[in-house]
């Protein structure tokens, strides 16, 4: 890692823990172009935890083994909730060095929490010395990858899911790690939304997943280029040390990756461009099988858009307000409120 990228990371969970020290602990066919994601029509398969006793409302701080390694994860069950109805699951992913447990708050799901009933999950990456990190390297054998899969069982279990509603977004290496999520678990990740972190991985061969993505043009971090802090690097400073599988698929930038998305979704080759604002482009695919839209933000940062956290901008670059992607990826998850 580059002094300057390492620095940058830090200053992202210093930033991003002093902002939320005040705060409280898709469907498969394709929309009408510049709809949301229409939610699944398929009959809700109950799973084992409707109608079992299970947790209350509130927030919850769990442990579980998983590939012999004990993990943590935040659970956040909503008011009303009773466990007789299935209720969709949202993951949050959390960035490369950023606490797990802060991720709901800076990411705004508190502010959906009145809008949608859904349950959040929290998890976190295993430690490298004490920087939390995802294995979201494109490589087969992916502990990660298990483990989500281990906990979408465990919660199943205990909870009155929807498996037919799971989602999962992140910023930066959390948006790596959904992005390989939705290539690796697709009979079991109904849609992903990557924050400045969408990649596409080499031999995602399953299901169509819908893709909705946001990146600045302008993130020094995890460039729109491809270069930074991309999965593989990630992997290589905190998993592998030096000792990678060769050869590690490479990520050309967002742009490839999302083109990728577009072909793997069954979407006409070229996207239509819409001006959201004189510094936000929506592109999006039509003919698809499955929605596949990206948010181009020109001159953006290593940012999540409409979310301003204070002395941010000065490491990570512009945050624009013209749209709000937890707005946006919640509409897409869930539907229009």
């Known amino acids: 890692m580059t002094r300057s990228f390492a620095a940058g990371t830090v200053a992202l969970a210093l930033a991003i823990g002093a902002c939320s020290a005040g705060g409280d602990t898709a469907g498969r066919e394709a929309p009408v172009p510049g709809t949301s994601a229409p939610a699944s029509t398929s009959t809700t398969t109950l799973v084992p935890g409707c ?27 909503p008011e009303g909730y009773d466990g007789t109805r299935p209720l969709p699951v949202v993951f949050a992913l959390h960035g490369l060095t950023v606490n797990y447990a802060i991720v709901p708050t800076v990411s705004g799901f508190a502010d959906m929490a009145g809008r949608y009933e859904f349950v959040t999950v929290a998890p976190s990456g295993r430690l490298d010395g004490g920087t939390p990190f995802w294995h979201a390297a494109p490589t087969d054998d992916n502990y990660d990858v298990a483990f989500v899969a281990d906990l979408l069982d465990l919660l199943a279990r205990e909870l009155c899911i929807d498996p037919a509603r799971v989602f999962s977004t992140g910023q930066s290496n959390g948006g790596q790690m959904s992005s390989v999520l939705a290539c690796r678990l697709p009979e079991r990740i109904t849609a992903v939304a990557p924050v400045a972190g969408v990649e596409f991985a080499p031999e995602c061969d399953g299901e169509p997943v819908p893709v909705m993505a946001f990146h600045g043009t302008d993130d020094t971090i995890v460039t729109y280029e491809g270069g930074g802090l991309n999965a593989a690097t990630i992997a290589e400073l905190h998993h ?66 409409g979310r301003v956290v204070p002395g941010f901008e000065t490491t990570f670059g512009h945050v624009t307000t013209d749209i709000d992607a937890t707005e946006l990826l919640f509409e897409f998850f869930l539907g229009v409120a």
């Open 51 to 77: 109608g079992a006793p299970g947790a209350a409302p509130g927030v919850y701080d769990r442990t579980m083994t998983s590939g012999g390694v004990e993990r943590r994860f935040q659970l956040t069950v």
């Open 240 to 305: 592998w040390k030096g000792a990678a599988p060769t050869p590690v698929p490479a990520h050309h930038g967002v742009d490839a990756a999302m083109r990728n998305w577009a072909e793997h979704n069954g979407c006409d080759p070229e996207p239509v461009e819409q001006a959201v604002s004189p510094e936000v482009t929506r592109r999006s695919w039509r003919g698809c099988h499955a929605e596949t839209v990206l948010y181009v933000v020109e001159g953006g940062g290593h940012t999540w858009p």
